[in-house]
């Protein structure tokens, strides 16, 4: 018989953060037979997260349960946790509980499936934060959340053509056509092409930078030649063989712009292959990129303050529900250029 677990939450609650029935936690709990190893891990970490949010659940007589649905690398869906987490304490008028649905890769089959879970069989829902592909299917699940009173706000790309109440992010096209001002400063005169990297075209937000990328790259350069590699979800493993074979194949690349991530990976092969850009634009002051700041690889990191997009994103549901006061509104963030010189120090890695 496996052994019992301690824990103060109540059976009710673990339920409702982990999706499984109370009979299910009761077994758990009790370390009675019949409980999948599957349904154990998802206990323990429901009971993980009630733990880190305990404080905040104790302020407010109604609580809201939002579900944070994100298809993105770990180090950004770790980030946007952590982000969330920090503000909980300090959401009002409601307690806010936040349940998450974390995938590494862009699946517009698996967004679908999660998004039509959440409110069904009994699991109360009473709004979405999410990262996903900018698709049809996409939409519809959204429209269908919206058919059942449960708002949808997109975060740091955009769902175009649905039904979601606001986007919370940065200012997509701004950061873009910044990137593309900075490699000319730093090339000037010299020559060389740029090598774009995306995780996957099918998310807006990226999409967004790219297009501002090449139009403004086009005026303020209009002789360099940009060179695009896609779908590769940001992941390392997947980047470092297609920017080692497009840097084979094109000798001129003297500048990056990682509009998705997996910038290890990038700096990686482009040492392997003795080609060290002359200037490096990546996006969010995630630990590695933090590293690769401080260590000379990255230029400029393209910043935005992912605390200030949970708070926004929460106030936006709450509008939706009419505990605060107002219509929910869309909110695009500044970008801002952070260099070795000015990390902001909650971002410092030691």
Do not use: W
Request: proline share 5%; charged share 25%.
């Amino acid at each position: 018989m496996a052994p019992q677990r301690s824990t103060s939450h109540r059976v009710r609650d673990i339920a409702e953060q982990s999706g499984l029935s109370e009979a299910t936690i009761d077994r758990v709990l009790h370390g009675r037979p019949g409980a999948s190893p599957r349904a154990v891990q998802a206990v323990e970490r429901a009971v993980l997260d009630l733990d880190r949010q305990q404080t905040q659940l104790r302020l407010a007589a109604r609580t809201i349960l939002l579900d944070v649905v994100v298809q993105a690398p770990s180090r950004f869906s770790s980030a946007v946790r952590s982000a969330l987490e920090d503000e909980l304490p300090a959401a009002r008028p409601a307690a806010v509980r936040a349940r998450f649905h974390l995938r590494e890769n862009a699946d517009v089959d698996a967004a679908v499936e999660v998004l039509d879970g959440l409110g069904r069989r009994g699991r109360v829902c009473h709004g979405v934060i999410l990262k996903a592909p900018d698709d049809p299917g996409v939409a519809a699940a959204i429209g269908r959340l919206a058919e059942r009173r449960i708002p949808v706000v997109t975060l740091v790309t955009d769902v175009r053509h649905s039904a979601r109440v606001a986007y919370v992010g940065l200012d997509n096209a701004a950061a873009g056509a910044t990137a593309a001002y900075l490699v000319t400063q730093v090339l000037g005169d010299r020559p060389g092409d740029v090598l774009l990297t995306l995780s996957r075209s099918s998310f807006f937000g990226e999409r967004e930078r790219a297009a501002a990328f090449g139009a403004a790259l086009a005026r303020l350069s209009p002789a360099r030649r940009v060179h695009t590699i896609t779908d590769s979800d940001g992941l390392d493993a997947t980047m470092s063989a297609l920017v080692s074979d497009l840097l084979a194949a094109q000798p001129k690349v003297r500048a990056v712009y990682s509009v998705g991530g997996g910038n290890r990976a990038i700096a990686e092969a482009c040492a392997a292959a003795d080609r060290r850009p002359t200037v490096f634009i990546a996006h969010d002051l995630d630990e590695d990129n933090v590293e690769l700041l401080r260590s000379g690889v990255l230029t400029a990191v393209l910043h935005h303050d992912l605390h200030a997009d949970m708070r926004n994103g929460v106030r936006q549901l709450m509008r939706a529900h009419r505990l605060l006061r107002g219509a929910p509104t869309s909110v695009a963030a500044n970008v801002e250029v952070v260099t070795a010189y000015n990390i902001p120090p909650r971002t410092r890695v030691h």
